[in-house]
C-alpha cells in the first residue's frame, strides 16, 4: 500500500487467515486505546475511506483497519460468510498482527452486526463499540429475501459491467486524499468492486442478522452516529432509534448521507473524544 502521509506513521501488513492474505492497516499512538474501524459492505479501500476521520483521532488512539477478503488490499477470497466465520477471521488476523484487545470496534454499515456479534461471543475482547451510521439486526430482518435478492442481481450486473469496460465512472469519496491515494483508490476499486465476497456476505445477511438477534443484547457502551437515511432504508433511522434503545446506547443524528464520516468527520471525531473519554477512559 503506498504512503498515506509524509508525516504520518504507520504499519501496513497481511495476516494468513484461512489461507489467505488478509490485509491489517495500523497507525497512531501506540500506547493509546485501540479503535478498530470495520467497513460496511462494498467499501473498495477501507484504509483510505477511513482516513479523513482516522487522521484526526490518531494523535491520540491506536488506529486500526481491517480490510476483510475481497476490500482493500486483502485477497479475493471467497470464505464462509457466516456471522461467527467473519468475526473469526477478523480475531485471527489482529492476533496475528500482535494487536491484542480489548477494542473499541467502530463499524460502519453492515459491520454492525459483526461488531454486536463479536461482543456476544467475546464480551471481553470489546470495551466499547461506536457505529459509523451501524446497520442493526432489526433493519435486514424488514428487508427479506426479495430485497436482499434484488440487491445481489444489481451487484452482479454491476460487476459485469465492469469486467466488459462498460461502467465508466463511479462515485468515490476523494475527500481528505492525496492524488497517489486516489490514483490507488482508483485501481483497488476496479479490482474490487461487486466482486464475489461481497456478494457472499450479501447472501448471508438475513442469516447474519437473525444469529444476532437471537442472541440477544450486549452491555457495554455504545455510540451511535446515525444518518438521515435516505441512502439507505426508509426505516433506517427508525429502526437505529429502536436498537439504541434496547441497548441504552447514545445517539447523534445527522443531517448527512450514509458514509457519515465523509460528510462530518470533525463533529464525529469530538464527540467519539467525549464518549470515549467519559466512558472507557475515566480516571
Same mark, same amino acid.
Given at each position: 500500500?503506498?504512503?498515506?502521509?509524509?508525516?504520518?506513521?504507520?504499519?501496513?501488513?497481511?495476516?494468513?487467515?484461512?489461507?489467505?492474505?488478509?490485509?491489517?492497516?495500523?497507525?497512531?499512538?501506540?500506547?493509546?486505546?485501540?479503535?478498530?474501524?470495520?467497513?460496511?459492505?462494498?467499501?473498495?479501500?477501507?484504509?483510505?475511506?477511513?482516513?479523513?476521520?482516522?487522521?484526526?483521532?490518531?494523535?491520540?488512539?491506536?488506529?486500526?483497519?481491517?480490510?476483510?477478503?475481497?476490500?482493500?488490499?486483502?485477497?479475493?477470497?471467497?470464505?464462509?460468510?457466516?456471522?461467527?466465520?467473519?468475526?473469526?477471521?477478523?480475531?485471527?488476523?489482529?492476533?496475528?498482527?500482535?494487536?491484542?484487545?480489548?477494542?473499541?470496534?467502530?463499524?460502519?454499515?453492515?459491520?454492525?452486526?459483526?461488531?454486536?456479534?463479536?461482543?456476544?461471543? &467475546?464480551?471481553? %475482547?470489546? !470495551? +466499547?463499540? =461506536? #457505529?459509523?451510521?451501524? *446497520?442493526?439486526?432489526?433493519?435486514? @430482518?424488514?428487508?427479506? /429475501?426479495?430485497?436482499?435478492?434484488?440487491?445481489?442481481?444489481?451487484?452482479?450486473?454491476?460487476?459485469?459491467?465492469?469486467?466488459?469496460?462498460?461502467?465508466?465512472?463511479?462515485?468515490?469519496?476523494?475527500?481528505?486524499?492525496?492524488?497517489?491515494?486516489?490514483?490507488?483508490?482508483?485501481?483497488?476499486?476496479?479490482?474490487?468492486?461487486?466482486?464475489?465476497? &461481497?456478494?457472499? %456476505?450479501? !447472501? +448471508?445477511? =438475513? #442469516?447474519?442478522?437473525? *444469529?444476532?438477534?437471537?442472541?440477544? @443484547?450486549?452491555?457495554? /457502551?455504545?455510540?451511535?452516529?446515525?444518518?438521515?437515511?435516505?441512502?439507505?432504508?426508509?426505516?433506517?433511522?427508525?429502526?437505529?432509534?429502536?436498537?439504541?434503545?434496547?441497548?441504552?446506547?447514545?445517539?447523534?443524528?445527522?443531517?448527512?448521507?450514509?458514509?457519515?464520516?465523509?460528510?462530518?468527520?470533525?463533529?464525529?471525531?469530538?464527540?467519539?473524544?467525549?464518549?470515549?473519554?467519559?466512558?472507557?477512559?475515566?480516571?
Amino acid at each position: 500500500m503506498n504512503k498515506l502521509k509524509a508525516d504520518m506513521a504507520y504499519r501496513s501488513e497481511f495476516a494468513l487467515v484461512d489461507g489467505h492474505r488478509m490485509h491489517i492497516f495500523v497507525t497512531g499512538a501506540e500506547s493509546g486505546t485501540t479503535l478498530v474501524f470495520m467497513s460496511g459492505s462494498g467499501t473498495v479501500s477501507p484504509a483510505l475511506d477511513f482516513k479523513i476521520l482516522y487522521e484526526k483521532l490518531s494523535g491520540i488512539y491506536r488506529i486500526v483497519v481491517i480490510e476483510k477478503f475481497g476490500y482493500g488490499e486483502s485477497d479475493l477470497h471467497e470464505a464462509p460468510c457466516d456471522i461467527d466465520a467473519l468475526v473469526s477471521f477478523q480475531r485471527q488476523a489482529l492476533s496475528d498482527s500482535g494487536l491484542k484487545g480489548p477494542y473499541i470496534l467502530v463499524p460502519h454499515s453492515m459491520s454492525g452486526l459483526e461488531a454486536i456479534r463479536w461482543k456476544q461471543l &467475546y464480551p471481553e %475482547e470489546v !470495551e +466499547a463499540i =461506536i #457505529g459509523l451510521d451501524m *446497520a442493526t439486526p432489526i433493519t435486514y @430482518g424488514e428487508w427479506g /429475501p426479495e430485497m436482499v435478492a434484488r440487491r445481489i442481481r444489481l451487484m452482479k450486473r454491476m460487476r459485469k459491467c465492469l469486467e466488459r469496460g462498460l461502467l465508466f465512472w463511479f462515485p468515490l469519496n476523494t475527500r481528505g486524499l492525496t492524488k497517489e491515494e486516489i490514483c490507488r483508490q482508483r485501481q483497488l476499486w476496479k479490482r474490487n468492486a461487486f466482486n464475489g465476497c &461481497y456478494v457472499k %456476505e450479501a !447472501e +448471508a445477511v =438475513i #442469516g447474519n442478522a437473525e *444469529a444476532v438477534e437471537t442472541a440477544g @443484547g450486549i452491555d457495554c /457502551p455504545i455510540l451511535m452516529f446515525v444518518s438521515n437515511g435516505k441512502e439507505v432504508s426508509s426505516n433506517w433511522r427508525a429502526n437505529c432509534q429502536r436498537f439504541a434503545g434496547q441497548m441504552h446506547a447514545e445517539m447523534v443524528l445527522l443531517d448527512c448521507g450514509h458514509y457519515v464520516h465523509h460528510y462530518a468527520s470533525d463533529t464525529i471525531c469530538r464527540e467519539m473524544e467525549r464518549f470515549i473519554a467519559r466512558t472507557v477512559n475515566r480516571t
